[in-house]
């Protein structure tokens, strides 16, 4: 259980007699932090919620809104004006966050939208403020994308998706390999972010499917083929719980931090997993950071692994 979210269940007498929706739930225990009507809003595929969405709606009947500090500041603003430009009044917010996680930083941001912040409680390193969120004009998508192009095609991205406003180094150099040895036929990409290398697949003519456990990287991919008048199916996962059917090829640039936390378990299940998911003689093409050990994980699940292309930062694996 987060910190967060203990610290929010210190006020369930509080929170009894409220209908409270919750944003950007990054955990699912948040749902019982009270005995009252409780709605979870979530951006991770990984979290059961009642709106798995980039933008939160706000239920008939809310009186409260807690949102949980997101990791990105241009996130908070993100939440924050979409949450406003779905009330008629003003309505009470709470924002709680690590201390660590820079919410003292955010109450600048936080007050510009709910007014001079009081601080409710503080425990377990965690920080949970009052503010009052006054109603602003709906939410226009197009005043937080950032967009850019890349080898000829449009890329947008939103606030929160893995590299917002820029196509990250990695995938630049997986982009490289593929444009060199292209994959062919039906392709999966796990972790799609705002579809720098959906839109590449696609537009050298894969039929692509695209999954990332983050909403709002599903919404950026689809507005960047869009875009760019292509075609893909998109949708959300975590890893591979909504895929099916087998593929020609995986490609993937996969996270090796879950928060702050550096960690490799989520690539791991998704090498492990990859076998089941390619047809026979079907290939993984992986693009990491040198010194994560990814090697003998890849050996252990493919008979062919292979290093095709680095640099003094990254390595590209293509395996069968």
């Keep these: 259980m987060?910190?967060?979210?203990?610290?929010l269940q210190r006020h369930q007498p509080t929170l009894a007699s409220r209908q409270v929706l919750i944003v950007d739930a990054n955990d699912a225990a948040l749902r019982h932090v009270s005995p009252g009507r409780v709605v979870?809003?979530?951006?991770?595929?990984?979290?059961?919620?009642?709106?798995?969405?980039a933008v939160p709606s706000v239920p008939p009947?809310?009186?409260?809104?807690?949102?949980?500090?997101?990791?990105s500041r241009e996130r908070l603003d993100f939440l924050l004006a979409a949450l406003a430009g779905e009330l008629a009044a003003p309505l009470e917010c709470w924002l709680v966050g690590p201390g660590k996680?820079?919410?003292?930083?955010?109450?600048?941001?936080?007050?510009?939208?709910?007014?001079?912040?009081?601080?409710?409680?503080?425990?377990r390193h965690c920080r949970l403020y009052q503010g009052v969120l006054a109603p602003?004009?709906?939410?226009?998508?197009?005043n937080f994308e950032r967009c850019w192009r890349q080898d000829g095609l449009q890329i947008c991205s939103l606030p929160g998706v893995f590299s917002h406003g820029r196509t990250d180094d990695g995938t630049a150099l997986l982009m490289e390999e593929l444009a060199a040895q292209p994959v062919t036929g039906a392709v999966l990409e796990v972790g799609c972010g705002a579809g720098v290398l959906t839109a590449m697949l696609a537009a050298g003519g894969a039929r692509v499917t695209a999954v990332d456990v983050s909403?709002?990287?599903?919404?950026?991919?689809?507005?960047?083929?869009?875009?760019?008048?292509?075609?893909?199916?998109?949708t959300g996962s975590d890893l591979y719980q909504q895929v099916s059917g087998r593929f020609d090829a995986i490609c993937t640039n996969p996270p090796?931090?879950?928060?702050?936390?550096?960690?490799?378990?989520?690539?791991?299940?998704?090498?492990?997993?990859?076998?089941?998911?390619l047809v026979t003689g079907g290939e993984l093409v992986l693009v990491a950071n040198h010194g994560l050990p990814y090697g003998e994980i890849l050996a252990d699940s493919f008979a062919q692994v292979t290093v095709a292309r680095e640099n003094n930062r990254f390595r590209v694996w293509r395996c069968r």
């Design 2 to 7: 987060e910190n967060t979210t203990r610290l």
């Design 61 to 71: 009947g809310t009186d409260l809104l807690i949102v949980i500090l997101p990791k």
């Design 101 to 123: 996680g820079g919410i003292r930083g955010a109450l600048k941001q936080f007050r510009q939208a709910a007014g001079e912040p009081v601080l409710l409680d503080s425990a």
């Design 215 to 234: 909403a709002t990287a599903v919404l950026a991919t689809r507005r960047t083929l869009a875009a760019n008048a292509l075609e893909a199916q998109v």
């Design 40 to 53: 979870l809003h979530t951006d991770l595929a990984s979290v059961p919620a009642d709106q798995f969405q």
């Design 136 to 142: 602003a004009a709906p939410l226009a998508l197009a």
């Design 256 to 277: 090796f931090h879950d928060g702050i936390a550096r960690t490799i378990e989520t690539t791991r299940m998704l090498i492990q997993g990859a076998r089941a998911r």
